[in-house]
């Protein structure tokens, strides 16, 4: 299986902030990878997907970007709305798995 | 608009079964796999099932094989997870997903397996 590794687990920032999450695959997997937010009690939502693509009706400040085994997704100007958790997902190869997360908290 | 809504959830015994349903709208189900995703109480995300359009290959996590059935009906809309032989550590929130890059979602529904 492939392993997604996320770093960091959680992180504090203030709004405005400059925030990076990383996700590391075990193996390559190309570009098949999305991001995803959740908010307590919420289902998640897709930001990005094949690693750099937004999804439409995400804000422009979320990025995502790499390849291969290494991934970065990028929220260049952290809003109050953003504090939540951040999952990333490979979809190259079967089983699926998900990183462990990253929870987003106010600093 | 596409829209999911899953069904079926409760509090069950373990051993016990359980049949989860998805209907969905909004677009054209029998274009798209479909994605069963949970999530136990304070924990991550875990990916569970993707079912083919033509419900013709299925593939599980390793810990739900031979337990859980993941089928589909194109006519009614609707995906299904059968549950069987359930355990306490299958209790969770359980989603639907579009594709297996999973672009929309349900709300989700929990399933409890407790005595």
């Known amino acids: 299986d492939i392993q997604m590794t996320q770093s960091p687990s959680s992180l504090s920032a203030s709004v405005g902030d400059r925030v990076t999450i990383t996700c590391r695959a075990s193996?390559?997997?190309?570009?098949?990878l999305g991001w995803f937010q959740q908010k307590p009690g919420k289902a998640p939502k897709r930001l990005i997907y094949?690693?750099?693509t937004l999804q439409s009706a995400v804000p422009s400040r979320f990025s995502g970007s790499g390849s291969g085994t290494e991934f970065t997704l990028t929220i260049s100007s952290l809003q109050p709305e953003d504090f939540a958790t951040y999952y990333c997902?490979?979809?190259?190869?079967?089983?699926?798995?998900f990183g462990g997360g990253t929870k987003v908290e106010i600093k | 608009e596409v829209q999911l809504m899953e069904s079926g959830g409760g509090l069950v015994q373990p051993g016990g079964s359980l049949r989860l349903s998805c209907v969905v709208s909004g677009f054209t189900f029998s274009s798209y796999w479909m994605t069963w995703v949970r999530q136990a109480p304070g924990k991550g995300l875990e990916w569970v099932a993707n079912?083919?359009?033509?419900?013709?290959?299925?593939y599980y996590v390793d810990s739900v094989k031979g337990r859980f059935t993941v089928s589909r009906d194109n006519a009614k809309n609707s995906l299904f997870l059968q549950m069987n032989s359930l355990r306490a550590e299958d209790t969770a929130v359980y989603y639907c997903?579009?594709?297996?890059?999973?672009?929309?979602w349900g709300q989700g529904t929990l399933v409890t397996v407790s005595s």
């Open positions: 079912i083919k359009q033509d419900g013709s290959e299925k």
């Open positions: 997903a579009r594709t297996t890059g999973a672009d929309y």
């Open positions: 094949a690693a750099s």
């Open positions: 193996q390559g997997i190309r570009s098949d």
């Open positions: 997902l490979q979809y190259n190869t079967y089983p699926r798995t």
